[in-house]
């Protein structure tokens, strides 16, 4: 071989790799309105830096079974996990999920991309008639949730309400709330307010602590794909991402998930994060709370922290007793 030959196939071995702009990524998404109003906002953020992008429809299980309660249906993950799968197989890029329906434990294989600035936190009631049972608490009311949590935390407020189960979709549930009997259903604020469907005939409920993450949106991708982990890091909201790992880390160290009745919401004001957190039994009778903050800079270990205190001060005892009841000990 020549010299020149071989220097000239030297060169083209050390050249570095050259991304292709034009690639398409393909955004994994449900099919509901909100998860598709989610996938769009992706896009849109997307095409605001270059890329072009695509949206890929899937159904997971959480979409298919509209009547087990979420809380028996015993999966983490419910509602993310199909397009996880689509993921790691290669037939999407990246999947958009509402945060608070993420597992703390991403599969391997994936990784958190970015997670855009958050919307409402609060969870809202939305109510068939009047309010006026919410005036006294000790009023009887029946009121519709599939949510341990907010369960859990509606029935330490009010011990003689009756609670139902709800799902479907947004439209579905709101539907459901004028055909029933029932006083009210709770949703979260950021799902009604994304799609423009916030009933007049509702109050926001200030006093209750948000599912961890609550009104964030997560992108995820694969680890070895530089080009889409590139993309997605422009449009990363670097408040939001701390505040929702604090109060994710909360939740692992309280080893929660869909089946535990866990809060926790972390605020930076003025430089520090405040954090505020939760755990009820399920029957809501018992309730250990923890706040906490310190320096926003220095607050990487919040949630950890918050987490270890609340389980030393009545959080374990409530957690032994979830398990138990859950055949899960």
Not at 131 to 159: C, E, G, H, K
Not at 236 to 264: H, V, Y
Request: proline share 3%; hydrophobic share 45%; net charge neutral.
């Amino acid at each position: 071989m020549a010299a020149s030959t071989l220097k000239l196939c030297t060169i083209l071995f050390r050249a570095p790799k050259i991304k292709v702009m034009n690639r398409s990524i393909r955004i994994g998404t449900r099919q509901s309105e909100l998860a598709t109003w989610q996938a769009n906002q992706v896009a849109a953020l997307l095409a605001e830096n270059g890329y072009q992008s695509e949206l890929v429809f899937v159904k997971s299980e959480g979409d298919i079974d509209l009547q087990t309660p979420l809380y028996e249906m015993g999966v983490q993950g419910i509602f993310t996990r199909t397009l996880d799968i689509a993921l790691l197989n290669n037939r999407i890029d990246i999947a958009v999920h509402s945060m608070k329906d993420v597992p703390t434990q991403l599969p391997t294989g994936i990784q958190q991309a970015a997670v855009l600035q958050r919307a409402s936190w609060k969870d809202l009631l939305v109510v068939r008639d009047d309010s006026s049972f919410m005036d006294d608490r000790y009023s009887t009311a029946v009121i519709a949730t599939s949510s341990i949590r907010r369960r859990a935390q509606w029935l330490n407020y009010y011990p003689n309400h009756t609670l139902v189960n709800l799902r479907g979709n947004i439209n579905t549930r709101l539907a459901k709330v004028k055909e029933s009997e029932w006083n009210g259903a709770i949703f979260a604020a950021a799902g009604v307010d994304r799609i423009n469907i916030r009933p007049e005939n509702s109050i926001e409920l200030d006093w209750m602590l948000p599912a961890p993450a609550q009104g964030a949106i997560m992108v995820v991708c694969r680890p070895d794909d530089e080009y889409v982990s590139s993309a997605c890091a422009l449009f990363n909201d670097p408040e939001t991402a701390i505040c929702t790992k604090i109060e994710r880390d909360f939740l692992r160290q309280l080893m929660g998930g869909c089946s535990t009745p866990i809060a926790g919401l972390c605020e930076i004001v003025e430089g520090e994060a405040k954090f505020r957190g939760n755990i009820l039994s399920v029957d809501g009778l018992n309730k250990v709370s923890i706040e906490k903050s310190m320096a926003a800079t220095k607050a990487s270990g919040l949630g950890v922290e918050a987490g270890i205190e609340i389980l030393a001060n009545g959080g374990k005892e409530i957690i032994t007793k979830l398990m138990a009841s859950n055949n899960l000990a």
